[in-house]
């Protein structure tokens, strides 16, 4: 109840949906690491540490980000995000695809440098000298 006796509304708390698509991202690669590390369980031999420690300790970490992040969405911890503008994400795409189509055909330094000329058209730039 406020001062005037009038009960205020209570604000509808939903939960910051993308990052809660975030901590399912980060739990899907933990489980693509746990995947991958439980076929490297026998290659350790006499030792405690061996190929499959790190990556373990890896996909820990990012299911600790995960319960983090999740935690912090229902929270609202994070700033507020600006509109993305999908004209930029577009350019950066492109160079990557002409990268990988390219690479193959016209080598690795003409495919990287149309990569570098689409990523520079989506950061702003628009003339080439």
Not at 74 to 88: C, L, T, V, Y
């Amino acid at each position: 109840m406020s001062a005037s006796g009038k009960t205020t509304p209570m604000k509808e708390r939903r939960p910051d949906w993308a990052a809660l698509v975030i901590a399912a991202l980060l739990v899907v690669i933990a489980a693509v690491i746990f995947f991958d590390v439980a076929h490297l369980r026998g290659a350790a031999g006499y030792s405690q540490v061996g190929p499959a420690t790190i990556p373990t300790w890896i996909a820990a970490c990012l299911v600790g980000l995960a319960i983090w992040t999740v935690f912090a969405g229902f929270r609202h911890d994070f700033p507020a995000r600006e509109k993305q503008e999908i004209g930029p994400v577009v350019w950066v795409v492109a160079g990557l695809l002409a990268q990988m189509i390219l690479i193959r055909i016209a080598g690795f330094s003409i495919a990287t440098g149309c990569l570098f000329g689409l990523a520079a058209a989506g950061f702003g730039a628009r003339r080439l000298g």
